[in-house]
């Protein structure tokens, strides 16, 4: 059993406020995932040539005291590439202005035990072990601005309890998904994948779906077509919440046995597993609330 959820802000003012409203979503969720914590927001995107790694330095020897002002001297000074740090504790996003390949390749060699998390011009993506409230406050999440996020409070049942395999999972660029369910058969996704390129971190279940679907959109599907190929090549009980730059995406197995509500307004789309995580939104009584039916797409533009 996990919590999801899901904000999109339609009206600009309310993206300043985008964290602090998702804060409480995301501890409401703290009975169905106390384990771990992460979430997944999308701001502006930066110009062409540019990029953001968001990177976890909770494996390495020096954790939250992990030196980043030296990653960016090293990156810097090995590859001539202009980069920038914003660091708080175990994480930091690095806006790197030129190709992003060499640098995620230098990172790798120099300081592998470094977790790269995701990487695009628009996502910035944070995750840990501990519960929803503590992984919040560790990472600041009620400053977080932007247009949309995607987040996820995870209890275990598939693989251990560690930073890497907290959700939310990304693969690409500016693509994540979070995931509550099951599947069973991630190991032939990933038969399937492997031979094509395609490398796994974890042991995840999730991760297989992620692969698959960006798989699918590298591919030259768009994503309502991924998704489809999604409900046939995907086999479990799960609900799907996936962000890239301007959506969101909403699906549930043909059984939908897993839960969902969503809130609509003027001003914001809501989504979590329950309720009780979208109670104190503004506006939330005139709301339109319905529960998602199986098997079926739901796509929010930014």
């Known amino acids: 059993m996990c919590g999801i959820v899901g904000l999109l802000v339609k009206t600009p003012a309310l993206r300043e406020q985008l964290g602090e409203l998702m804060v409480p979503m995301l501890i409401g969720m703290t009975e ?12 502006a995107a930066l110009a062409e040539g540019a990029r953001k ?4 330095s909770g494996l390495t020897e020096d954790g939250a005291d992990f030196n980043w002002q030296a990653l960016g001297h090293g990156i810097r000074s090995h590859l001539g590439i202009a980069v920038q740090v914003e660091a708080q504790g175990n994480h930091a ?11 995620k390749r230098w990172i790798k060699t120099q300081h592998p035990a470094l977790h790269l998390l995701s990487t695009g011009r628009s ?14 406050e560790r990472y600041g999440f009620k400053r977080l601005k932007g247009s949309h996020l995607v987040g996820h409070t995870r209890m275990a049942t598939e693989s251990a309890v560690t930073p ?5 999972f990304t693969a690409g660029e500016d693509f994540c998904l979070v995931h509550n369910g099951s599947l069973s058969n991630p190991n032939g996704i990933r038969r399937m994948l492997e031979p094509r390129g395609i490398q796994f971190d974890t042991d995840n279940d999730t991760e297989a779906a992620c692969r698959f679907l960006e798989w699918r959109l590298r591919e030259g599907d768009h994503l309502e077509q991924a998704l489809q190929q999604g409900f046939e090549a995907l086999d479990g009980f799960y609900t799907f919440l996936m962000g890239t730059p301007d959506k969101l995406a909403l699906i549930r197995d043909p059984f939908a046995c897993k839960p969902a509500v ?3 307004t003027d001003d914001y789309v809501a989504i979590a597993s329950e ?7 503004p506006g939330v009584k005139n709301a339109r609330v319905f529960e998602p039916a199986p098997e079926e797409m739901y796509v929010w533009t930014a």
Do not use: C, N, Q, W
């Open 93 to 103: 996003v690095l806006t790197v202005d030129g190709a992003v390949t060499p640098v």
């Open 53 to 56: 790694i968001s990177i976890y």
């Open 32 to 43: 169905r995932g106390p384990d771990s914590a992460g979430l997944a927001v999308f701001t």
């Open 275 to 281: 309720f009780r995580s979208l109670a104190h939104l």
């Open 123 to 136: 996502i910035e993506l944070y995750k840990d072990i501990g519960t929803p409230a503590a992984v919040a």
């Open 164 to 168: 890497d395999r907290a959700h939310p």
């Open 262 to 264: 969503v809130a609509e």
